[in-house]
């Protein structure tokens, strides 16, 4: 009888870790497929920078900084995606800290573009913005879908009871893409006339 009952709780205990487990593999891969689903706009996001500096390049040729600039980071923002493992703190970060220089040097080099009316009214150029202004609206929303992934998961791996499962088989909680990393970046511009 003793055997039975310390039989059953085993079992019991058994197929509760495995119910936890399951669905913290459901969540990590819930989460991993928000990610894909950056990573697709980031890759348009990447292709698009190319075309971008080679339309600007022509009128441009006295700001070949700042298109080298907007190349290097290019560069960098790929090899950062390219490691990006979405339950992976410090790859996460990396990803966001390139991520964010590539955009403030697309900014930039959009500002210069604002410089030479020609460029301007180029109809590639004004294709090339479009569509990069539409791929920076979808990161936003495949941000905002991860960030609600990585909340379910790290919900699920870090309350009692499923904690002790998560610990045990190395369920750490994941780190979430922030838009701004810095206090700067989310204060307020200042506006002067």
Known sequence: ????????????LVLWGVLIYNRLVLLRNRMANAFGQI???????????????EVARAYLKHEAATLEAVIKARGQ??????????????SMGALALAEG????SLGRLMMV??????????????SLSE???STENRLGFARQAYNDQVLDF??????F???????????????????????AERAAPQVRF
């Open 161 to 183: 009871p499923d904690l002790v499962v998560a610990r045990l088989l190395g369920f750490a909680p994941a780190a979430m893409l922030e838009a701004t990393t810095s206090a």
């Open 154 to 159: 790290n919900n699920g791996a870090t309350q």
């Open 1 to 12: 009888m003793v055997m039975a009952v310390v039989l059953a709780a085993v079992v019991i």
């Open 77 to 90: 923002a790929q090899s950062a995606t390219a490691r990006a493992q979405p339950a992976n703190a410090a």
């Open 101 to 104: 220089v590539l955009s403030s």
């Open 131 to 133: 569509e990069l202004t």
């Open 113 to 126: 573009a604002e410089d030479y009316p020609d460029l301007k009214a180029d109809a590639t150029l004004q």
């Open 39 to 53: 990573d697709v706009q980031l890759k348009r996001r990447h292709d698009l920078v190319p075309n971008l500096v």
